[in-house]
């Protein structure tokens, strides 16, 4: 298990966002007793299907935090890819003083939509007689196809440590929309939760 500091500066920056990629918070809850109050580190861990998975998840939000100036522990820093254990968990976040624990789950779904065919009118020249035009002019038409939309669903649930055990302070579900890459997407979603978190006054610096 690795130390806060060189976990943290394992999480390598998402550097491909396509411009198509689109995150939006559907649904958002804070706790309203939660004060204000500063945060100074924070651990990550996302639940997904596979490694990569986790390291495109957890890297991309390692790097929204840290450009907002908070210093962040990815799961997968600290456990070095190894399935994380609750108990060395909570021993990590309670021996390097973590005040806020982010996890992520993610639900990704592909969806066919049929895109319609067009029609568009031709022109020709006409030469004066009617059979000069046969054949000529009229319209073209283009067919409609099906075509993949990949969504990617995720609930995100904030903890503070102050308190034992550690309180469920913000939660929100977001979909993330024409997703090309794993990376598009994580770098989206990213982006749009800390966002979200700064707004709502559980980022505090």
């Known amino acids: 298990m690795r130390s806060f500091v060189r976990a943290a500066a394992s ?11 689109g995150t939006k918070m559907v649904q958002t809850w804070r706790d309203p007793a939660y004060p204000a109050v500063p945060v100074k580190r924070i651990f990550l861990a996302a639940m997904m299907p596979s490694d990569a998975a986790r390291v495109t998840f957890e890297n991309a939000l390692a790097q929204a935090l840290l ?4 210093l962040s522990a990815t799961s997968t820093g600290v456990f070095e890819y190894a399935p994380v254990d609750k108990e060395m968990a909570l021993q990590f976040v309670r021996e390097n003083k973590i005040d806020l624990v982010i996890v992520q789950r993610m639900m990704k779904e592909t969806e066919l939509a049929y895109m319609p065919g067009t ?32 969504r990617v669903k995720t609930e995100t649930t904030v903890y503070s440590t102050r308190s034992e055990p550690e309180k469920l302070v913000w939660s929100g579900a977001s979909s993330t929309i024409n997703v090309q890459s794993a990376g598009s997407a994580a770098k989206s979603l990213a982006t749009e939760l800390v966002t979200d978190l700064l707004k709502a006054g559980i980022l505090v610096k």
Do not use: K, R
């Open 11 to 21: 999480a390598v920056a998402l550097l491909v966002l396509s411009s198509c990629t």
């Open 67 to 70: 450009d907002q100036g908070f």
């Open 119 to 150: 029609v568009n009118a031709v022109t020709a020249p006409y030469y004066g007689n009617w059979y000069s035009a046969y054949g000529y002019g009229g319209v073209g038409y283009t067919p409609g196809y099906m075509e993949e939309d990949t």
